[in-house]
């Protein structure tokens, strides 16, 4: 079953989803934009049946706040929550290898974000705008970074790159005035134009 393309798109009416399923019979993916523009909703409780969410899901969800991804999710889409300014806290589960363009760009107010092990490339714009991010920890698999991915993110103090990474794409930590400490590792062989541009704040690069 699935949550079709378009379903809910600029539902300005709904707060809450719930999904009522039997086993074997849940929802398994949640279409392109299927509840994107949606401004007052809330919450939702997305079933352990789903296994895709797909691009602009939930795009431009200003009032999202309460979101649990289900372990078995393992593909999430371009811009899935971008602009989810209500956002805190976000769990990505196991199993997701990429986190696209724009996944997470303008959640304003996301704070802590826990990406998997299984993680291997941040994508452009990942989380460009999360200014209040300031836990984030790299998984060890991860191998690109790319331009753009954490551009603006003000409040993270410091960075760790995974052994693994070669490059370092442009812009990538483009006007995070608030890094103080950068460690690189060997592996890295090209840091790309202006991948720390604007981080006024930095003393230490390691």
Known sequence: KEIKQNAFNGNNTIEEVEFQTKSGKGVTKIGDFAFANCTNLKSIVIPDTVTDIGSDAFYNCSSLSDLNIPNGVTSIGHRAFC???SLIEVV???GVTKILNSMFSGCSNLANVTIPASVTSIRAYAFAGCKSLTNLTLPNKLKS?????FDSCTSLVSITI???????DGWAFNGCSGLKEVTIPDSVTEIKVAAFYGSASLEDVY
């Not at 995974?162 to 370092?168: A, K, L, Q, Y």
């Open 83 to 85: 602009n989810c300014e």
């Open 92 to 94: 990505i589960p196991d």
């Open 145 to 149: 970074i790319e331009m753009r991915s």
């Open 162 to 168: 995974p052994d693994g990474v070669s490059v370092i």
